[in-house]
């Protein structure tokens, strides 16, 4: 095409925003969110809801990896206590 599109992105705390604007009132809802979201056993929140602010899709996927290794983390580490008492028996 000859023609070539130009956009900027910008947030706002008028109308309708895509993404939580970094103002102190979200920064307060954040904070309640966080810490519902942490009385949930069991349960893992991710990406850009859970973190409440903007990530590009390399960071989201990027946090969704080091979140899995987190909840992961303890897992496998049980089950190396596991076999290493079983070897021991």
């Not at 095409?1 to 920064?27: K, M």
């Not at 390399?58 to 496998?76: G, H, K, P, R, V």
């Amino acid at each position: 095409s000859d023609h070539t599109i130009y956009f900027i992105e910008r947030s706002t705390d008028e109308g309708d925003p895509y993404y939580p604007v970094p103002n102190q009132e979200n920064q307060d809802l954040f904070q309640k969110y966080k810490e519902m979201a942490e009385k949930e056993d069991g349960v893992s929140f991710a990406g850009r809801l859970a973190n409440y602010k903007y990530f590009n899709m390399d960071d989201a996927i990027l946090n969704a990896l080091e979140l899995f290794d987190e909840d992961t983390a303890a897992m496998f580490d049980k089950k190396t206590e596991e076999n290493s008492v079983v070897e021991s028996e």
